[in-house]
């Protein structure tokens, strides 16, 4: 089992920039496939961006496709989410999410397919 802690969130104006860290307990961490998801108020929580094991294997949201990236340093059990040009539509609580993969080049998008969340730290960009 992993726990993860993620770090990063605030208040930042449209334009600016802001890098969500994710941090994972365990010593399997390279192990497992690796997702964004966020929450806006009154809304669904949606799919942002996911990492495989493999570096090289990424998906993202259209609506963060050129502006965010998703990244992992495996020796620091740390996922990231480095985002620019953020708009007021990028608020919400971003949680990060993993799932054990037998493959290094697997990716998930759909939420119900990771079995590990963190608490969610909070984004908000005003106009």
Known sequence: Q???VESGGGLVQAGG???????ASGRTFSSYAMG????????EREFVAAIARSMGSRSYADSVKG???ISRDNAKNTVYLQMISLKPEDTGVYYCAGRSS???YELRISE????YWGQGTQVTVSS
């Open 2 to 4: 992993v726990q993860l």
């Open 17 to 23: 920039s802001l890098r969500l860290s994710c941090a």
């Open 36 to 43: 964004w998801f966020r929450q806006a108020p009154g809304q």
């Open 67 to 69: 502006r965010f990236t």
């Open 102 to 104: 037998r493959t290094l």
């Open 112 to 115: 119900t397919e990771y079995a």
